[in-house]
């Protein structure tokens, strides 16, 4: 069973996700289908394009991206340690002015792994 | 009739601004009224001057400043076409940290041409 | 007494601290500790350096940094003057993108100010 | 003829893309073509488009970026004029931190339109 | 008598603000007064302004910026260990991702403080 | 044997550090140490941690930052597939106002690769 919560997330997403189609021309089209592509297994493993992605939407501060990578971690199996060192080199490269979001973060994880939510 | 929406969005607007200039001292109120003068017609017309406000907000992800400028685009008849290529080279110079902001943002445009609002 | 607005800033920024602190390995925690003792007293008077902060937090437009130095501004006596300077450099140096932060953080000073918030 | 260094800065960068494209996979290929198909001339003429590029790059402050679009509104015939109350939006929206960048804009554009620049 | 290297970052700034006033309209001439405005002394000392620049320059990472605000600090007779701690702050907020700068900026520092640069 | 470029990148590194551990306080000392332990080896390997620092480099678009973790990747054995993954994750999440700085990531990893660099 899916949480709530995160279940919200998802269908806001997807409603979201409609109305830009329904306006999107080939280049917003194509890039929302590269979006998906650069995450795939290949020579990386997907936990750590997953990670990858946290990273980066951590030190650029997005909260949407941050929840959609801390969810996508956690299907990929990342553990709470492997959460932590990746977060943790993210709030030293960026800041604290990233602590905020870190906060908001591992109170998603903290959901995540508490056996409220399932896929 | 403007939507209760827009109309909730201006209302705040000019509530915060009163209580800016309640503490604004020369600097802050000559950048405000130098923040209305460069959007004016000139050599470039109006129309562009909004869609360069809204591309400039979108890649610097604040959700309050494409908002205004939607809503300044749609008063200056900005097309869907028109602004759909305006926003794939925003999130094309932007990367996939702006979605979320795109999200919202056609989500927004998609109330204002869907006729509940009018101006 | 302290007003229940800013009242559940701390305890909502308490409760998630404890939630990071749960997962926090020695990196986070320790940055945690190094981001309380550079705004202690020194060469500079405390007061100058929650306006450094406030200013940083306001040019890389994070609301909830930007609430947090001001209620320590107001702890350290900063008068609206002197808040209202530093702001204006603040505007100047990040540009109107920074607007919306700062009608936010001026309607939260003046509740500080308003005389509904004690410490 | 075109000036040597408009010459070097397209050449070098040239030089730079064959060595991406030695390392580059799909998705950095994709991304590339992308880059280049949302500039093209659509419902919005390329001039515009090239207006939107060079602001979005203004206010993310990349100087090689910055110099490829105003190469291109050059190309475009953007006049004097339409080039500056561009880079004053920009200049608005992004704030002083950005000036250091106007500069080194206007002295490359100068030499553009200096006459020591031919396509 | 003043360095060479202040000297020569001084000089092609004034070289490249004649270009920028020569393309400048109202709005660029403008905004450029304003930047000068409001680090004016007022409630609050020349001394703290320039130090909140510097810091606003270097959480938003701009070389030249920074520059700047240090040969100001330094005719404000900043001493070394305010500078310091208006560092610290900067680089905690700004994170890893500042610390080049603040390597450049020492090095500047210490030529200015040096002796051998002299105003 | 080390390439003269590399060499030279990190004495210019070890030199300016020096400066900035002559002013120094406890803040930056206990910070620049705090880097360095995030990336050592742990729950995550160090690559896997290298990856995560370039990432997060090249969307902050830091070029000395980028240029410190591809030597250290290349130290870390990180083949050119996974580099080009992460590197694409990067991009895509960044925009096109990072591919300035994937070139010349690129162009400096081709050097490390091409033999002419030792460790």
Same mark, same amino acid.
């Given at each position: 069973?899916?949480?709530?919560?995160?279940?919200?997330?998802?269908?806001?997403?997807?409603?979201?996700?409609?109305?830009?189609?329904?306006?999107?021309?080939?280049?917003?089209?194509?890039?929302?289908?590269?979006?998906?592509?650069?995450?795939?297994?290949?020579?990386?493993?997907?936990?750590?394009? +997953? !990670?990858?992605?946290?990273? $980066?939407?951590? *030190?650029?501060?997005?909260?949407?991206?941050?929840?959609? @990578? #801390?969810? =996508?971690?956690?299907?990929?199996?990342?553990?709470?340690? +492997? !959460?932590?060192?990746?977060? $943790?080199?993210? *709030?030293?490269?960026?800041?604290?002015?990233?602590?905020? @979001? #870190?906060? =908001?973060?591992?109170?998603?994880?903290?959901?995540?792994?508490?056996?409220?939510?399932?896929?």
């Amino acid at each position: 069973m899916i949480s709530s919560e995160l279940q919200a997330f998802y269908t806001e997403r997807e409603r979201l996700n409609e109305i830009v189609m329904k306006y999107a021309g080939q280049g917003i089209k194509r890039f929302f289908s590269l979006d998906g592509q650069v995450y795939r297994e290949g020579a990386l493993p997907q936990k750590t394009k +997953e !990670l990858l992605g946290l990273v $980066a939407s951590l *030190v650029l501060r997005c909260d949407d991206c941050i929840k959609y @990578h #801390l969810a =996508r971690c956690f299907e990929a199996e990342v553990s709470d340690s +492997e !959460l932590e060192e990746a977060l $943790a080199i993210a *709030v030293i490269v960026g800041g604290s002015i990233t602590i905020p @979001h #870190l906060r =908001r973060a591992l109170a998603f994880w903290d959901k995540l792994v508490g056996g409220d939510v399932e896929f």
